[in-house]
């Protein structure tokens, strides 16, 4: 019995078995027909690491570009930054510089007879602009209700005072020589400090000139070319110098030593210290203009004319260089 009990369930194993063997093989066999387009379990497994890795490639092509793109604003932001300190020091340095320089007071004496004084007054303006600061341009006319003068200069962009009197004049030579003084008694009153050179409508100018006539002391002169547009040729008026030592002059187409009496010379062909004007004893002069001459223009030729320790030749090196024309054009109405 025992032995019979035994064979029965070996022969129950074995139906298992190959039941189970049969069923394993009809799927097998059927799955092997299946099409390629579906997607089975195990490729469905297979597929989502390859989602996963594209995903985070994209992130991480994504994330180094934004890292790349705050890179190049940070770069651009501290170029920017530097460009700001470097651009404050130079306004400092100009500032700096601009303050080191010498005021220059340009004294421009106009007429109304003068047909083309609008236009030679916007030539000069155009000069003057080209100068570097600081620069005060002082400009005398008549008074009148029909001057344009006025308006003309405050679009010139250059720092001026525009002086005006009351006076008429039937000689030309007067009315300017009184301009001149009008403009010195300005300058007096107001004490403003610096060299002053007679620019007159006519003058033609090389740049450097201006920073030449800074380094002045007390008095300075040089050469002066006289143009005429009728005649073609060229008269030197001026200083004869050794180095910056002034020796004598060229006045009128003749020489005179300076132990002589020398005429008067081209009003452009000088400048000096304003503090002359009101503090005569710092250059060793013991009488002030109103004491001696009570004419400021005439006192300052008369020192020009007669001072040797200091007047100085301009250009230092050589003051037999010309810097200065003067272009006459005939503009009288």
Excluded at 107 to 125: G, K
Excluded at 134 to 142: F, K, N, R, S
Excluded at 229 to 247: F, T, Y
Aim: proline letters at 3%.
């Amino acid at each position: 019995m025992a032995s019979l009990e035994r064979s029965k369930k070996k022969m129950h194993l074995w139906k298992k078995a190959i039941v189970h063997f049969i069923l394993c093989f009809v799927m097998g066999f059927f799955t092997g027909f299946a099409p390629a387009s579906r997607a089975s379990i195990f490729s469905g497994h297979v597929a989502a690491p390859k989602t996963v890795e594209v995903f985070h490639q994209t992130k991480t092509q994504n994330l180094n570009r934004s890292l790349l793109d705050e890179r190049q604003e940070l770069k651009a932001h501290v170029q920017n930054l530097k460009n700001e300190v470097m651009s404050e020091e130079e306004d400092e340095e100009e500032i700096q510089e601009t303050d080191s320089r010498r005021l220059v007071i340009v004294v421009t004496s106009t007429s109304r007879r003068n047909r083309l004084r609008e236009v030679l007054l916007l030539r000069l303006a155009n000069t003057l602009k080209l100068v570097a600061q600081p620069l005060l341009w002082i400009v005398v006319e008549q008074k009148s209700d029909e001057s344009k003068v006025s308006e003309m200069l405050r679009k010139t962009g250059i720092m001026y005072r525009h002086v005006v009197f009351k006076e008429n004049f039937t000689d030309f030579d007067s009315e300017m020589d009184h301009q001149r003084n009008i403009a010195l008694n300005h300058i007096e009153h107001h004490r403003l400090s610096g060299i002053v050179h007679f620019a007159g409508l006519s003058n033609v100018y090389d740049l450097s000139f201006f920073e030449e006539i800074r380094a002045i002391q007390a008095f300075g002169t040089w050469p002066i070319a006289k143009l005429s547009a009728n005649r073609k040729r060229v008269i030197i008026e001026g200083p004869i110098c050794n180095s910056s030592e002034v020796m004598g002059w060229h006045l009128n187409k003749m020489s005179y030593l300076i132990d002589t009496t020398p005429p008067s010379i081209h009003i452009s062909s000088f400048a000096f210290n304003s503090s002359v004007l009101w503090d005569p004893e710092r250059w060793g002069h013991t009488s002030s203009v109103q004491d001696a001459l009570q004419d400021s223009l005439k006192f300052v030729e008369k020192e020009v004319l007669e001072e040797e320790t200091n007047l100085k030749g301009i250009p230092a090196e050589s003051c037999s260089n010309v810097l200065l024309w003067d272009l006459h054009i005939s503009s009288e109405k």
